[in-house]
């Protein structure tokens, strides 16, 4: 086994396994990695190498056999049957597996050169999405070596003197290594949300003042989400006929995350616009509301499950799941139940895996009438079995850091684009049933 290994890294093929080679070369390789990878691995994306020319996948063929087998890459952690296909579904066909599996077996031959697709690779520093019409860039946050951060923040004060909409919006992040997550949200004017704090600049207040909110305050006339940044993040424009909309006004607020890793740095994160050059029909709203913030994990527990559900007050079109957890975090399913009784599984994630925040977007967004339940049922495993476990002794609630936990389905709706959107969460949103488990 070690003598394999190191003849992989070294590149030199085994004598006798080029003797099958004749029927799978690098040219029927070269269009699955092309597809299912090189999103991923190449210079400047967040894959640890390049996986594009015949020389940079050869001496990882081993590494990429076993990876694919065991569905360890590509990351995608949602269970197949779920009611809706998604458009951003890395999993791969099992014949796409059996041809990379072949190639590795007949000692990974070149083959006859093929056009490789250049689309899916930017060059780095560039952008996916093309130019933006607008970068917002963090004035530089200071990441120390060592310790516990909490969020920071800055605010950009856009002030557009007419309704701005927003088709899409890429990140650049600029310290990938400390990165824990980026939030941008739309604060419209007259919201309280941080309302005491000063602008262009960046500030660390403390959950008391992030919070500190007008009782009659409205959902989304607090604070919207623009785009989030999680490991695993892929730029995405929502859809073709939708937008978001920064109204006249507005400024736009950056939550930032940081994790210590033993170096100080500087980051500069950037946040690229793509403006809509007309209204579009539809808007893009993305909800944080089905959460459960009850959570008490006892110790050791292994199957600690969490119930949370809300109820549509108008009509909306489901645009893509997100589930968010900690690290204590192990399965989540999100469910559907429409008015006329029926019941659908909307994302299954069996294996839930804290370093990759997929964003599951939905192909065809199914249209759920006013009255529709969403619910999501999250599990954790408190015990000493799982590694990534900081303390089995600790009872777990809701919180910033990875040492306590968090349960929501953050989900992107589409709505006509005259809705009135804080009629969506008219019903206010409520545990439904007890939580199994407590
Ligand atoms: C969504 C991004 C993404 C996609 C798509 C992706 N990878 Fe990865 N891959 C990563 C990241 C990030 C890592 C490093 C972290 C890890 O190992 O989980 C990685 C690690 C790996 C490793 C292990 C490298 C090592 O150091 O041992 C292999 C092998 C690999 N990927 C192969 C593939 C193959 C083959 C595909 C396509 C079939 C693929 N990956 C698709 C992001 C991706």
Redesign the pocket.
């Known amino acids: 086994m070690r003598i394999s290994i190191v003849s992989v890294a070294l590149g030199i093929f085994l004598a006798g396994s080029c003797a099958q080679a004749a029927e799978v070369t690098y040219a029927n390789v070269r269009p699955?990695?092309e597809k299912?990878?090189v999103?991923?691995?190449a210079r400047g994306e967040?894959?640890?190498?390049p996986?594009g020319a015949y020389a940079e996948v050869r001496p990882?063929a081993k590494?990429?056999r076993a990876?694919?087998i065991s569905k360890?890459?590509?990351?995608w952690h949602a269970a197949p049957g779920s009611a809706h296909a998604f458009l951003n579904d890395?999993s791969?066909t099992r014949g796409e597996i059996d041809t990379l599996v072949k190639w590795v077996d007949a000692g990974s031959p070149d083959g006859p050169a093929v056009q490789a697709r250049s689309h899916a690779i930017r060059e780095p520093g560039g952008w996916r999405l093309g130019d933006p019409d607008l970068v917002l860039r963090v004035p530089g946050v200071q990441i120390p070596k060592s310790g516990i951060l909490q969020y920071s923040f800055v605010i950009f004060p856009l002030h557009f003197d007419h309704d701005v909409w927003v088709r899409a919006a890429e990140w650049h992040i600029d310290q990938r290594g400390q990165v824990h997550h980026m939030n941008a949200f739309v604060r419209e004017p007259g919201s309280s949300y941080l309302a005491d704090f000063p602008k262009n600049e960046i500030f660390t207040p403390t959950v008391a003042e992030r919070g500190k909110k007008r009782s009659d305050e409205a959902v989304f006339a607090r604070r919207q989400l623009l785009q989030g940044y999680e490991p695993?993040y892929?730029p995405m424009p929502w859809l073709p006929d939708g937008a978001k909309l920064i109204k006249a006004g507005s400024d736009v607020i950056f939550e930032m995350h940081f994790n210590t890793n033993g170096k100080e740095a500087v980051d500069h994160t950037e946040l690229g616009l793509y403006l809509s050059p007309a209204a579009p029909l539809n808007r893009v709203v993305a909800v944080d509301t089905l959460r459960d913030l009850d959570l008490a994990i006892p110790p050791a527990s292994a199957n600690y499950m969490s119930n949370a559900s809300m109820k549509l007050g108008s009509p909306a079109r489901l645009l893509s799941i997100q589930p968010h957890m900690h690290v204590r975090g192990k399965s989540m399913e999100v469910r559907a139940i429409y008015p006329d009784g029926r019941k659908e599984v909307l994302l299954s994630v069996p294996k839930y895996d804290f370093?990759w925040q997929t964003t599951y977007a939905i192909k065809n967004p199914p249209l759920m009438p006013t009255g529709t339940v969403l619910e999501s049922v999250a599990g954790y495993d408190n015990s000493p079995n799982n590694k990534f476990n900081p303390d089995p002794a600790a009872t777990v609630g809701w919180g910033d850091q990875t040492t306590s936990e968090m349960h929501i389905a953050f989900l992107e709706l589409v709505v006509d684009a005259k809705a009135d959107v804080e009629k969506l969460l008219t019903v206010q949103p409520k545990m439904i049933g007890t939580p199994a488990g407590r």
């Not at 967040?46 to 190498?49: A, E, L, R």
């Not at 360890?72 to 990351?75: E, L």
């Open positions: 699955i990695l299912r990878c999103g991923c691995h967040i894959g640890p190498m996986l990882w590494a990429i990876a694919v360890a890459m590509p990351p890395r791969m695993g892929a370093n």
